[in-house]
């Protein structure tokens, strides 16, 4: 595979199965719940298809392993809610993921109070790569977060359990670009240019053509964002126009396309300083949930880490922070502080 395709995440092989099996157990003890966990569908309508997906939220029931296809979660399966005045999260994933990429993360959410909902990004994902090397499956993102927020709000079994006005995105990768973008910053996708040298993906003849798809729009109802090495196709003054709380995470060695400069680039453009975490020795895929010793042999461009990064470690820590910082900008009393970690900015 050239170096190219491998940045891009262009590979069927590796990404068309990066979430084909994953971790059997959550990297971080429950703290005041377990997590329910459900599968959901969001009904097509006039802005686009079926999308599914799935959601975690506070459950009384004591956590278990349960399968899913090839996958092992951790949590209790339509378990009966408990609570109220939930705080909800909307994961978008990267290039060719998939709704359980960050299943961990998701999990520990949903242990601290709060629903937690993903899904697979129609066109980019790990069954559907259709769109992945178009303009319009990076156009077409943020409507679909817009969409799954509608039918939470609006149409969920338990959207009266939800606090109003409390929602938060974590995104990673092209979701990174994809919760930027819903925070106020228009992309400028001819920047995709970048990423032809050497290579003729679709969107490469759509820049040259200059057959660039409208900017999709901001969503204000989203409050706080975690954003962990994100695709960067922004100008300088489009990033200035965020206002809302975000932690920024960056992958020391990079890759997939996002190097250390770029996600240095989206925070020296942010007018509000964000909380920024630099994870040494750490690759662009240490932000999907850690890899048992079959993936790695299966998947090594994705679970291979460099010597002396611990994935598994890491990720205790990712997981208490993105608690915390969604604690701080969410909270409402209905949700856990977890204990303080280790990391440091």
């Keep these: 595979m050239d170096r190219d395709k491998k940045e891009m995440g262009m590979s069927r092989s590796a990404l068309g199965h990066i979430f084909l099996s994953l971790l059997l157990v959550s990297v971080l003890s429950p703290l005041a719940h377990a997590a329910g966990f459900n599968t959901i569908e969001v ?28 996958v092992v979660l951790s949590g209790v399966r339509r378990c009966a809610a408990t609570g109220a005045n939930w705080p909800l999260i909307v994961l978008s994933h990267g ?20 629903v937690v909902v993903a899904i697979n990004h129609p066109g980019d994902n790990f069954q559907d790569l259709s769109d992945q090397g178009h303009l319009r499956a990076l156009a077409n993102r943020p409507r679909d977060i817009e969409r799954l927020i509608d039918f939470m709000t609006q149409a969920w079994p338990e959207r009266a359990r939800l606090a109003p006005g409390k929602i938060g995105l974590f995104g990673f990768s092209r979701g990174g670009y994809t919760g930027l973008t819903l925070a106020g910053a228009a992309p400028d996708f001819s920047l995709m240019a970048q990423y032809c040298h050497g290579a003729d993906y679709p969107f490469c003849q759509e820049v040259r053509a200059h057959e660039l798809p409208p900017s999709p729009s901001g969503d204000g109802r989203i409050k706080a964002y975690v954003i962990a090495d994100p695709l960067n196709l922004f100008q300088r003054q489009a990033l200035q126009g965020i206002t809302a709380p975000m932690q920024l995470w960056a992958s020391e060695l990079g890759g997939d396309g996002v190097a250390l400069t770029s996600v240095e680039a989206i925070r020296q453009g942010l007018m509000v300083s964000p909380q920024y975490r630099l994870v040494r020795n750490a690759g662009h895929f240490a932000f999907l949930a850690p890899c048992n010793p079959q993936q790695r042999l299966r998947l090594p461009e994705l679970c291979t880490d460099p010597d002396g990064f611990d994935r598994g470690a890491f990720h205790r820590q990712f997981n208490a922070e993105i608690v915390r910082f969604f604690v701080q900008h969410l909270s409402n009393g209905s949700v856990q502080q977890p204990a303080q970690s280790s990391l440091t900015p």
């Design 43 to 70: 009904p097509a309508d006039s802005h686009g298809g079926v999308l599914r997906g799935a959601v975690w939220y506070p459950c009384a029931t004591p956590a278990e392993p349960f399968q899913l296809g090839p």
């Design 95 to 114: 290039s060719g993921g998939s709704y359980l990429g960050h299943h961990d993360t998701a999990e520990a959410l949903a242990d601290a109070g709060f």
